[in-house]
């Protein structure tokens, strides 16, 4: 399944807390309603991110993984 999204923010070889550190920086400066797509490598963002989402009520459209890593999208509120 192909989403559009506005922002893609690439976090493969980093972790906690850097990839959820580098979304809020991106969810910051990106607009209302802007949809980002979040790529990391890291197994706890599993866990993080989707707190991330609830704890500042952004939207968790979609989160998954595939052959290169874990994946979300976020909808900013």
Known sequence: ????????????GLFCPEPVMMLHKAIRDARAGDLLKVL????STQRDIPKFCQFLGHELVDQGKDETGFYYFVRKA
């Open 40 to 43: 990391a490598s890291d197994p």
């Open 1 to 12: 399944m192909t989403k559009e999204f506005d922002h893609i923010l690439d976090t493969h």
